[in-house]
């Protein structure tokens, strides 16, 4: 089955064309960071109108670098929620529109459930049940998988994303946007991350995160120095990113061990700091716990791991008609 | 009246947010402003919590989701951060119109697209640092509805 998926939660536009759920013949990614990141924002701004400009052009290459025709196409995946309103509006507006004039079958797909689908498109994917965290600018949430279709939420972050404690950090620092890459570049700069700054665990047994106190006392310790070199601010960031990677690794660790799980697996745009990857992996083998992480091309918003997650859902009949809208975030 | 005070924890900034929320009646608009880690979502949350949202509901930043929205008792919160808008026209685009209403208690941050096409807040709360980076919180209320809260408020 070869299916369509298309991705416009955020500030990316993406279509890529997936065969089974597992073989990426193409996918595309319209990312308007470029745009953005001269401007030094602590994030992009939305432009609104570029998810409208971009998306005709983005599926007709997907198609294209895929080597099929329309014809080929079997079935659309779309991101419902959550998002933008109006950015998702693009995309499953166009999905429903395609799947309708072609007939084909739509699945309308959870954009937190996509990016652990991202690990279903590894080489070699995790096995059920297994322990996952989907940690990106916008979210931090601990699931517990144990089906291709069920995900237990087990802690989600109380006030800041880590992605974002990342681009806010890297604002207070002058470095740019987005704030992962360049924090973790900077950081390997030293050896050193001699600053201790908070780590906040919240209760016991939580799985819950807050990273806004950590990013209140980088904003405290910059305050109260006078940050001046190059060194400074190494300094700052190595500190900074061993701390959010300290609290991180400790949570997937009790969850792995409260739930008894030997697999953790982690995706969003965070994971694609291979630091964290790296000292995870290192922790994480210490206890007879294997760690999984998607290609970097993974790890942010893409529209192959929504025709994964879109795979499943419609062998399941799972599927979405016209009546159906987007949902701006996930109900409790 | 404009009301001040130093805020030394953020269980304070907190406790004062609770309070606001007591106080409020809807439709109320709120400006917020102050710079990085100032304590403008911790305040929210107590505002959430005066409110009486069910605490199920975690109260996060909306940086990247421009809105988060959360059904209290008679009202609804609704909590921005406009950070992200280019222009004044993408306030179409995020919802703003469907968002006010009778019901409606609307905190802003970083409101200046709102500013720039006149749209009335009742109070203003800016964040600021003193020396020993002790947050100080102002209040400036706005016309009657503004000024009726301020009085009512107790601190």
């Known amino acids: 089955m070869i299916i369509l998926g298309i991705e416009s939660s955020c500030d990316e536009t ?8 597992t073989e990426i013949l193409s996918s595309i990614i319209a990312s308007q960071i470029d745009t953005h990141c001269k401007y030094g924002g602590v994030v992009p701004e939305l432009a609104s109108r570029m998810h409208l400009e971009a998306i005709g052009p983005v599926v007709n290459e997907a198609v294209e670098k895929a080597g099929i025709t329309l014809e080929d196409i079997d079935a659309v995946a779309a991101t419902r929620g959550p998002g933008l309103i109006g950015a998702l509006l693009v ?6 529109a395609f799947a309708w004039a072609r007939k084909l079958p739509l699945a309308g797909v959870n954009h937190l ?9 590894m080489e070699k994917p995790p096995g059920f049940p297994f322990i996952a965290l989907v940690v990106s600018g916008g979210h931090t949430n601990i699931y517990h998988v144990t089906s291709p279709h069920t995900f237990e939420l087990m802690g989600q972050t109380r006030d800041d994303a880590a992605g974002e404690a990342f681009d806010k950090v890297s604002k207070m620092l002058d470095l740019g946007y987005p704030g992962g890459p360049v924090i973790e570049a900077l ?23 807050s990273f806004s106190g950590l990013k209140s006392s980088v904003a405290r310790y910059i305050h109260n120095h006078k940050i001046i070199t190059k060194e400074d601010k190494a300094q700052i960031a190595a500190s900074f990113q061993a701390a959010v990677i300290d609290v991180l690794s400790c949570k997937l660790l009790n969850a792995a061990k409260f739930k008894g799980c030997k697999r953790i697996g982690i995706s ?12 995870l992996s290192q922790k994480a083998a210490k206890e007879g716990i294997q760690v999984f992480y998607p290609p970097i091309c993974l790890c942010g918003d893409n529209a192959a791991m929504i025709a994964a997650r879109g795979f499943t859902m419609i062998k399941q009949g799972q599927t979405c008609d016209l009546d159906h809208d987007v949902f701006s975030r996930t109900r409790i | 009246m404009i009301k001040k005070i130093i805020s030394y924890t953020s269980e304070q900034t907190l406790d004062l947010g609770k309070q606001i929320g007591q106080t409020v009646s809807s439709p109320f608009a709120i400006a917020l402003k102050g710079d990085l880690g ?35 008792k008679k009202v609804r919160l609704c909590h921005l951060d406009l950070y992200r808008l280019g222009s004044a026209d993408e306030l179409e685009y995020i919802g703003f119109d469907d968002l006010t209403g009778p019901d ?13 096409i006149q749209f009335k807040f009742d109070l203003e709360i800016k964040f600021e640092f003193d020396s020993d980076y002790n947050r100080v919180i102002s209040l400036f209320p706005s016309g009657h509805t ?10």
């Open chain 1, 14 to 21: 993406a279509a890529a064309v997936v065969r089974n759920g």
């Open chain 1, 91 to 96: 995309g499953f507006s166009f999905a429903k």
């Open chain 1, 113 to 121: 459930e996509a990016h652990i689908y991202s690990l279903a498109l």
């Open chain 1, 187 to 209: 950081a390997k700069t030293t050896d050193t991350d001699l600053i201790k700054f908070p780590r906040s665990m919240l209760e016991k047994n939580s799985f819950d995160f």
């Open chain 1, 268 to 279: 969003g745009g965070v994971s694609a700091n291979q630091t964290f990857a790296a000292l």
């Open chain 2, 38 to 72: 100032a304590g403008k979502t911790t305040l929210v949350q107590g505002i959430a919590k005066g409110l009486g949202v069910d605490e199920n509901y975690y109260i996060t930043s909306p940086t990247f989701n421009i809105i988060n929205e959360y059904p209290a």
């Open chain 2, 104 to 116: 409606a208690i609307i905190v802003v941050e970083w409101p200046d697209f709102l500013e720039k």
């Open chain 2, 146 to 155: 503004g000024e009726n809260m301020i009085t009512n408020l107790v601190l």
